[in-house]
């Protein structure tokens, strides 16, 4: 039972690796793309193979694995252990029984769990939370994902659905999200967010090198391209991460007062800007929370990189199955 395979379902790859729960050490890492416009039985035999391969090489038997943790990247049934809305795949999976599709070709128990809550999960395991007895996790990405541990245990609420914290309505006018809602913190901080803004600052005519860096091809400016931009100098560069890092910095302190962890983790993508995206953050919080003692909060970036939602999924698949 010490070892779980874990699982991460993106729309692009899934990847696999093999999980010793009690280090966190992954091994057999093996990714193979999605063809998520596939349908789901092609899709769930594919994965079901890739853990054949994960496991072809684990010398211990495979009577030492406990079962297979999946990270899903949408709604799921926890119960039915079944997808309900997957918004970046084709047809959305609409009531898709995944666990027992995936149990009934491996012969393994399977346990789904949201993909973001499964990086929060590992984060405060083996990562960047570790030690902490509440966190609160922000992956930032093409969306922003979240989670939350608070007095060491995983907030799930209603099928797994706490915790989506890049839907907190930071602007009650603002922009329309993603997920139907107006003024989300995805809607102002996300990559595309960030990308926006860059290639606004250059259609405007601004003074940034933005645009120098891409030869003025506005296809080609990208989050990390504008953080290029910002290490090298470049005011405007700086701005839009110093406006993005406020705005996550909004969200960050209505977590503060409502739930109090000791830490916030920053994933994702967008997070490899660092000091660039951390420092409002901080700079933020400082100056809106006065209920409680910001001082005592630490904001970090995430430490288990790719292989947090692998590692999460698996140690949290290996906790439910012994309980």
Request: with cysteine; glycine share 16%.
């Amino acid at each position: 039972m010490d070892y779980i395979v874990g699982v991460d379902f993106g729309g692009t790859n899934l990847k696999a690796g093999l999980v010793n729960c009690l280090t966190g050490e992954v091994t057999s890492i093996h990714s193979i793309p999605t063809f998520s416009q596939d349908s789901p039985d092609g899709v769930m035999d594919r994965m079901a193979g890739l853990v054949e391969e994960v496991l072809s090489g684990f010398e211990a038997g495979r009577s030492s694995i406990g079962g297979i943790g999946i990270g899903v990247p949408g709604k799921i049934n926890m119960e039915k252990g079944s997808t309900e809305f997957l918004p970046n795949m084709p047809g959305n999976w609409p009531g898709v029984p995944l666990a027992s599709h995936i149990n009934h070709l491996t012969g393994y128990p399977v346990r789904l769990l949201n993909d973001v809550r499964a990086i929060t999960f590992g984060e405060w395991k083996f990562g960047a939370g570790q030690g902490a007895d509440s966190i609160a996790c922000f992956a930032i990405g093409t969306g922003i994902g979240g989670g939350l541990v608070v007095n060491n245990q995983l907030v799930l609420g209603v099928d797994g659905s706490a915790g989506e914290l890049g839907h907190i309505t930071i602007d009650f006018n603002g922009p329309v999200c993603g997920c139907g809602n107006h003024g989300c913190v995805e809607a102002y901080a996300s990559g595309p967010a960030i990308t926006a803004a860059g290639i606004k600052a250059v259609t405007q005519g601004r003074t940034t090198a933005i645009g120098h860096l891409v030869d003025y091809d506005l296809n080609k400016i990208t989050p990390e391209l504008i953080c290029q931009a910002a290490l090298g100098g470049d005011q405007i560069a700086q701005e839009i991460y110093q406006q993005a890092g406020f705005y996550l910095g909004i969200a960050v302190a209505n977590i503060l007062v409502s739930t109090g962890p000791r830490r916030i983790v920053i994933g994702g993508g967008v997070a490899q800007a660092g000091e660039l995206l951390l420092a409002p953050i901080r700079e933020t919080i400082c100056s809106r929370v006065k209920m409680m003692p910001v001082d005592q909060v630490e904001i970090m970036p995430a430490k288990l990189g790719t292989n947090a939602g692998i590692i999460g999924v698996a140690v949290w698949t290996r906790q439910q199955l012994m309980s």
